[in-house]
């Protein structure tokens, strides 16, 4: 089977088409035939060298997928010919891939197949930021760093599908603003010509932001932190900025604020049935028409090189998936 592999750290042009044999499936592992493969931030952080804990090369990127599952192993309740979606441990880059069966997702009606790779990364993150670690609760506002993303589109249209919050975005370019005003953000800030704290000062009448999600890091993280309410909360899920931001604790404690740290892999391995607590509440969103993935670009497995740059350069929008 043909799959991608990074030779080496380094720039895009690391990161080869090659072929290998298709894996076989061990006990609770199925063997997907990948109808498109999600691409994330994290994956360009790994190619880089800069991910902690990160794969040492050569070894073959990628952390969802979608697709049709092809083969079981021993003790394995998912079946063959079943339609998924599913967060993998590396290996998502290639035509097939392994996948643990608990960490495999029905896909809905309402999706497509490749569409639905967009699902386990981007839409799990959203939704358990905003609600099952993030706390969101009725009349809060929230505010959504790098809102015309992968995750960002996705927590832009969970949060606006409740009608009792507000919803604020950050995005660079107009059409970015215009792409997150149209999927249901209130407001939107352009944080290159603008200070985002006071702005947000001026939308929220000076009381603050209740929830922020972040994965920029760096002055983004800064900004949203001196725009925080009182007994407000950060949602950190990455750093793409490259700058890994801190805070002080009297900081915190005087306002009562807080700030989480969120991390898919490791919370579906230590908290899975908080994590999948989101699961049938997407399908709702999903079904009701009220959330889609939205896809940006596709790219042939080929040119992963290609898809990288665009993502790591932030000429992108919404999720870009690489089709085998």
């Known amino acids: 089977m043909r799959t991608i592999q990074a030779q080496a750290h380094g720039a895009p042009e690391v990161l080869e088409l090659v072929e290998r044999e298709t894996p076989t499936p061990d006990r609770g592992q199925v063997c997907i035939d990948v109808a498109a493969a999600g691409l ?7 190619r880089r060298g ?3 804990d990160g794969p040492q090369p050569p070894y073959t990127p990628g952390i969802e997928v979608s697709g049709r599952v092809v083969a079981t192993g021993p003790e394995t309740s998912v079946e063959t010919g079943d339609t998924v979606a599913a967060f993998v441990d590396g290996g998502g880059y290639a035509e097939r891939v392994l996948a643990h069966e608990e960490t495999v997702f029905e896909v809905p009606d309402a999706v497509s197949t490749p569409a639905a790779a967009g699902m386990p990364v981007q839409f799990l993150t959203a939704h358990n930021a905003l609600v ?13 760093n790098a809102a015309a993303g992968g ?5 832009v249209q969970i949060a606006s599908a409740r009608s009792d919050v507000t919803v604020i975005g950050t ?16 407001d939107t800030i352009d944080y290159t010509e603008a200070s985002v704290a006071d702005r947000l000062a001026e939308l929220t009448d000076g009381d603050g932001i209740d929830l922020v999600l972040d994965g920029v890091g760096g002055e983004a993280f800064y900004e949203a932190l001196d725009a925080l309410a009182s007994c407000g909360r950060i949602v950190s899920y990455g750093m793409a900025s490259g700058t890994v931001p801190s ?11 807080s700030v989480l740290g969120y991390h898919l892999g490791h919370a579906l391995e230590t908290q899975p049935e ?7 509440k997407l399908h709702s969103l999903f079904e009701s028409g009220d959330a889609a993935v939205h896809v940006g670009d596709r790219y042939p497995l080929s040119e992963a ?3 990288h740059s665009a993502l790591q350069n932030r000429e992108s929008t919404g999720k870009l998936l690489l089709i085998p």
Request: charge should be negative.
């Open 247 to 257: 805070v002080s604790l009297p900081r915190l404690l005087f306002e009562n604020q």
């Open 171 to 186: 995005a660079s370019t107009a059409e970015k603003r215009d792409l997150a005003a149209s999927l249901g953000a209130d």
């Open 151 to 155: 995750v960002g589109t996705a927590a």
């Open 40 to 46: 994330n931030f994290a994956d360009v952080e790994k």
């Open 305 to 307: 090189g290609t898809a």
């Open 132 to 144: 099952e670690w993030g706390g969101l609760e009725a009349g809060e506002n929230v505010l959504v």
């Open 50 to 52: 800069r991910y902690p």
């Open 274 to 280: 908080r994590v999948k607590e989101a699961v049938p």
